[in-house]
Each structure stands twice: as structure tokens, then as C-alpha cells.
């Protein structure tokens, strides 16, 4: 079981990153609205748009990766 999701997580990086990252946020988000008197609707678009944000935050933070990659495979210009 654990050889299945390790290799899961290796092969998506940013897949797993989106679910834990959404897991973190919803949990918060629970907590903190447990007393604030939503409507089951309402709870609801909360979560859906804390996994929308959550997916958007990893996509950001994954854009140093995409820049230090592509630095990497470009060859140094010297003068």
C-alpha cells in the first residue's frame, strides 16, 4: 500500500500537494466557521472555492519550479 502512494506522489507532485494543501485549508476552515451560523449552502461554496484556492496556490508556487528548470537547461550567455 505504502509502495502505491509513494509512487503516486512521485509521479504527481503537485496533484498530492493540492489535495494536502486542500485537506490543511477545509480543516481550518471548518474550525474556524464551526460557530458562525451558515447555511449548509453556504458551508459548501466555502469549501469548493478553498480547493479551488488551494489548486491555484500550488500552481503559483509551481512556477519557481518552471523558471528554475527552464534556467537550468538553457546554456549561460557570457559577453
Known amino acids: ?3 502505491t502512494i509513494r ?4 509521479r504527481h507532485p503537485r496533484l498530492t500537494a493540492w489535495i494536502a494543501l486542500a485537506i490543511g485549508m477545509v480543516a481550518i476552515l471548518l474550525w474556524s466557521a ?11 461554496a ?3 472555492a478553498t480547493i479551488i ?3 491555484l496556490c ?8 518552471e523558471e528554475e528548470e ?3 537547461t538553457q546554456p549561460s550567455k557570457k559577453a
Open 70 to 72: 527552464t534556467s537550468e
Open 1 to 3: 500500500m505504502w509502495v
Open 7 to 10: 509512487g503516486f506522489v512521485e
Open 34 to 44: 464551526r460557530d458562525v451560523g451558515l447555511t449548509p449552502s453556504q458551508m459548501l
Open 53 to 55: 484556492l488551494a489548486g
Open 46 to 48: 466555502l469549501v469548493v
Open 58 to 65: 500550488v500552481w503559483i508556487i509551481s512556477w519557481e519550479d
